[in-house]
T-cell receptor
Framework: AQKVTQAQTEISVVEKEDVTLDCVYE???????LFWYKQPPSGELVFLIR??????QNEISGRYSWNFQKSTSSFNFTITASQVVDSAVYFC????????????FGAGTRLTVKP | GAGVSQSPRYKVAKRGQDVALRCDPI?????LFWYQQALGQGPEFLTYFQNEAQLDKSGLPSDRFFAERPEGSVSTLKIQRTQQEDSAVYLC?????????????FGEGSRLTVL
C-alpha cells in the first residue's frame, strides 16, 4: 500500500527565511510519481511539481527547490527567501503506475510566513 | 470551461437531508476524480470516471454516497441521509493525462457542513 507522511503539521517563519517542508513516502512499486500541491485559503489545490521514480535529479524553479532521495524515501520541498504569499497548506502526494487512479496525499503542512 | 468549476461552494445540511454536489470539468478532459478532504487532512480518493464510466468507486465511504457522470462531462456527487461525519470539503479534479500519474487540476471544492 502507498502512504505519504508529512510530519510537520504547522510551520511558522518570518519573511525572507528559508523553509523546508518534509515528505516521506512508502511504496513497494518501482514506478511511481511524487507531487507537491499548494492549497491557498481559497481552497483550490495548485500543482507545483511532479517527479517520477527514475529521475532523482533535484529541481529548482525560482525560489522553490525539491530534493528527491530514493535512499531515504523522501521528497522534500524548500522555499528560499519566503514571502507572505507563500502562506498556504502544502501537500505531498504519491501515485503508482499499476494503480494509476489512486493518488495518496499526505496530511499537509500549514506554512505561515509572517511579515 | 477554463478550469474545474464546483457548486455549491458552501452547503449546510441538516442531518438526514440529501445533498448533491456538482462538478463541471475542464472541457475535453475525459477523466474525473472526486476527493473528500476532512478538516486538517489531505484529500482522500472517493471515485473515478473515465467519460461516463465509473471505473473505480472503492473510496466511497458508504452506500449513501453515489456519483454519476451520465454524459461524460458534468458529474454529480450525491450524499443521501447525510451524517455529521460527512462534513468535509469535496474536491473534483481532472487530469491532463487521463490518470492520476500526472498533474491534476482541482476545483475550489464544495464545503459541506452537516448539523
Amino acid at each position: 500500500a502507498q502512504k505519504v507522511t508529512q510530519a510537520q503539521t504547522e510551520i511558522s517563519v518570518v519573511e525572507k527565511e528559508d523553509v523546508t517542508l518534509d515528505c516521506v513516502y512508502e511504496t513497494r512499486d518501482t514506478t511511481y510519481y511524487l507531487f507537491w500541491y499548494k492549497q491557498p485559503p481559497s481552497g483550490e489545490l495548485v500543482f507545483l511539481i511532479r517527479r517520477n521514480s527514475f529521475d532523482e535529479q533535484n529541481e529548482i524553479s525560482g525560489r522553490y527547490s525539491w530534493n528527491f532521495q530514493k535512499s531515504t524515501s523522501s521528497f522534500n520541498f524548500t522555499i528560499t527567501a519566503s514571502q507572505v504569499v507563500d502562506s498556504a497548506v502544502y501537500f505531498c502526494a504519491l501515485s503508482v503506475e499499476y494503480n494509476n487512479n489512486d493518488m495518496r496525499f499526505g496530511a499537509g503542512t500549514r506554512l505561515t510566513v509572517k511579515p | 470551461g477554463a478550469g474545474v468549476s464546483q457548486s455549491p461552494r458552501y452547503k449546510v445540511a441538516k442531518r438526514g437531508q440529501d445533498v448533491a454536489l456538482r462538478c463541471d470539468p475542464i472541457s475535453g478532459h475525459v477523466s474525473l476524480f472526486w476527493y473528500q478532504q476532512a478538516l486538517g487532512q489531505g484529500p482522500e480518493f472517493l471515485t473515478y470516471f473515465q467519460n461516463e464510466a465509473q471505473l473505480d468507486k472503492s473510496g466511497l465511504p458508504s452506500d449513501r454516497f453515489f456519483a454519476e457522470r451520465p454524459e461524460g462531462s458534468v458529474s454529480t456527487l450525491k450524499i443521501q441521509r447525510t451524517q455529521q461525519e460527512d462534513s468535509a470539503v469535496y474536491l473534483c479534479a481532472t487530469p491532463l493525462s487521463g490518470t492520476a500519474t500526472g498533474e491534476l487540476f482541482f476545483g475550489e471544492g464544495s464545503r459541506l457542513t452537516v448539523l
